[in-house]
């Protein structure tokens, strides 16, 4: 999860109280979380089967048995997130471990309580773009990722599928307009529902706009220490390392307690730039909010490139927040808002109270960020030449 990717959406996610899946949800979290905890064995395992309950990994279906589902009540999870350098004391694999912890258990949750419903979980697409680069992420083009994340939508919706759930752990703002590209690409053109709801629900949680419930799942207030260090970026820093500590503790390296607050410094001439457009959308009259949260996201991904290959800013950074205060306790409750979100959002498409095209993150809004944008730039760019050439 990458500087945090600045997110959108009107969508109300919170049940009142006292409904059957805040009962479960609840539940879950005061149990000894089991339940929550990532598999250590190859994605995927294998096929559950608990009452009328039906989750199936799709490399283990045959050609007849694709066939043979009911895809108008079938919803099928991909996660997509590659390998990326968290910090000195976090695996390389947290964006691919949360992406695939959120296909693997929201879809469980969803076959729960969905009965006449089936879940296919797809194995996890290790690839990403924005990935920091330094020894151990794996880094490809936004082009090579969209591409591959359109390719295989077209090859879900071509089998059959209707309802195809990306997740994702990484929070590069390329990375998500890719996904989110690609999703809209392809529900446009064969009319299913394709989306990734993991940028618009960890938003939510990184911005603070889930302290009451995080709260509520504590059961205890947070310490003006855990607020100061949970809100001032994310990226292995306390959400993450919380995460983990909840999760594989085994993986995480002891020096995350002697880490301070970081974070990556900020492309100066973008900040300069962007704040000035700001300042005049303002007197204008505009909201200009969004812009502000996007610039500052693009700057501090610019400077951090800058920072990891030419030293800009100072020494390596390789985290941003505060993982010092990361906590067990903290990750457990993490996860659990992460998977009521994540499900609400998957419960509203798949019931046809929300389509596909309105998951979206702020990603989504701004063209420079855009799959294609400068090859269109280019070809506008010769095509005036050309005019005036001629």
Same mark, same amino acid.
């Given at each position: 999860?990458?500087?945090?990717?600045?997110?959108?959406?009107?969508?109300?996610?919170?049940?009142?109280?006292?409904?059957?899946?805040?009962?479960?949800?609840?539940?879950?979290?005061?149990?000894?979380?089991?339940?929550?905890?990532?598999?250590?064995?190859?994605?995927?395992?294998?096929?559950?089967?608990?009452?009328?309950?039906?989750?199936?990994?799709?490399?283990?279906?045959?050609?007849?048995?694709?066939?043979?589902?009911?895809?108008?009540?079938?919803?099928?999870?991909?996660?997509?997130?590659?390998?990326?350098?968290?910090?000195?004391?976090?695996?390389?694999?947290?964006?691919?471990?949360?992406?695939?912890?959120?296909?693997?258990?929201?879809?469980?949750?969803?076959?729960?309580?969905?009965?006449?419903?089936?879940?296919?979980?797809?194995?996890?697409?290790?690839?990403?773009?924005?990935?920091?680069?330094?020894?151990?992420?794996?880094?490809?083009?936004?082009?090579?990722?969209?591409?591959?994340?359109?390719?295989?939508?077209?090859?879900?919706?071509?089998?059959?599928?209707?309802?195809?759930?990306?997740?994702?752990?990484?929070?590069?703002?390329?990375?998500?307009?890719?996904?989110?590209?690609?999703?809209?690409?392809?529900?446009?053109?064969?009319?299913?529902?394709?989306?990734?709801?993991?940028?618009?629900?960890?938003?939510?949680?990184?911005?603070?706009?889930?302290?009451?419930?995080?709260?509520?799942? $504590?059961?205890?207030?947070?310490?003006? /220490?855990? &607020?100061?260090?949970?809100?001032? *970026? =994310?990226?292995?820093?306390? %959400?993450? @390392?919380?995460?983990?500590?909840?999760?594989?503790?085994?993986?995480?390296?002891?020096?995350?307690?002697? $880490?301070?607050?970081?974070?990556?410094? /900020?492309? &100066?001439?973008?900040?300069?730039? *962007? =704040?000035?457009?700001?300042? %005049?959308? @303002?007197?204008?009259?505009?909201?200009?909010?969004?812009?502000?949260?996007?610039?500052?996201?693009?700057?501090?991904?610019?400077?951090?490139?800058?920072?990891?290959?030419?030293?800009?800013?100072?020494?390596?950074?390789?985290?941003?927040?505060?993982?010092?205060?990361?906590?067990?306790?903290?990750?457990?409750?993490?996860?659990?808002?992460?998977?009521?979100?994540?499900?609400?959002?998957?419960?509203?498409?798949?019931?046809?109270?929300?389509?596909?095209?309105?998951?979206?993150?702020?990603?989504?809004?701004?063209?420079?960020?855009?799959?294609?944008?400068?090859?269109?730039?280019?070809?506008?760019?010769?095509?005036?030449?050309?005019?005036?050439?001629?």
């Amino acid at each position: 999860m990458t500087a945090p990717v600045l997110v959108q959406g009107s969508l109300g996610l919170e049940r009142p109280p006292g409904q059957l899946l805040a009962v479960k949800h609840k539940r879950a979290v005061e149990d000894d979380d089991t339940s929550l905890r990532l598999s250590a064995t190859p994605w995927y395992s294998g096929s559950s089967s608990e009452g009328n309950m039906a989750t199936i990994a799709a490399a283990n279906l045959s050609y007849t048995k694709v066939r043979a589902l009911d895809m108008r009540r079938t919803v099928c999870f991909q996660p997509v997130s590659a390998l990326e350098v968290h910090g000195p004391h976090l695996p390389i694999g947290m964006d691919y471990f949360m992406a695939r912890w959120m296909a693997e258990e929201t879809g469980r949750r969803f076959a729960e309580a969905h009965a006449d419903w089936t879940v296919v979980q797809l194995p996890p697409l290790p690839l990403g773009t924005d990935e920091l680069p330094l020894a151990g992420s794996m880094n490809a083009s936004q082009r090579t990722v969209y591409g591959a994340v359109t390719a295989h939508g077209r090859s879900l919706a071509r089998a059959g599928y209707r309802y195809i759930v990306l997740t994702n752990g990484h929070g590069g703002p390329r990375h998500a307009a890719a996904l989110e590209h690609a999703c809209l690409k392809i529900s446009k053109r064969y009319g299913v529902q394709m989306f990734t709801p993991c940028a618009l629900v960890l938003h939510r949680i990184i911005r603070g706009a889930r302290n009451e419930t995080v709260e509520s799942l $504590l059961g205890r207030p947070l310490t003006d /220490a855990e &607020k100061r260090g949970l809100f001032n *970026g =994310e990226h292995a820093g306390s %959400w993450e @390392t919380s995460f983990m500590l909840a999760d594989r503790p085994e993986l995480v390296e002891p020096c995350y307690r002697d $880490l301070q607050l970081d974070g990556p410094p /900020a492309f &100066k001439p973008l900040t300069t730039i *962007g =704040e000035r457009v700001v300042q %005049w959308r @303002t007197r204008h009259g505009s909201d200009a909010a969004k812009l502000r949260e996007t610039v500052d996201s693009l700057s501090k991904s610019i400077g951090w490139l800058l920072n990891a290959h030419y030293g800009y800013g100072g020494p390596s950074v390789t985290y941003a927040g505060d993982p010092s205060i990361a906590s067990a306790e903290i990750g457990k409750a993490f996860r659990e808002v992460m998977v009521r979100d994540c499900l609400e959002v998957v419960e509203a498409v798949t019931a046809g109270k929300m389509q596909a095209r309105e998951v979206r993150s702020i990603a989504s809004d701004h063209a420079i960020i855009q799959p294609h944008f400068w090859e269109r730039v280019g070809l506008v760019a010769a095509a005036v030449l050309a005019l005036l050439v001629l």
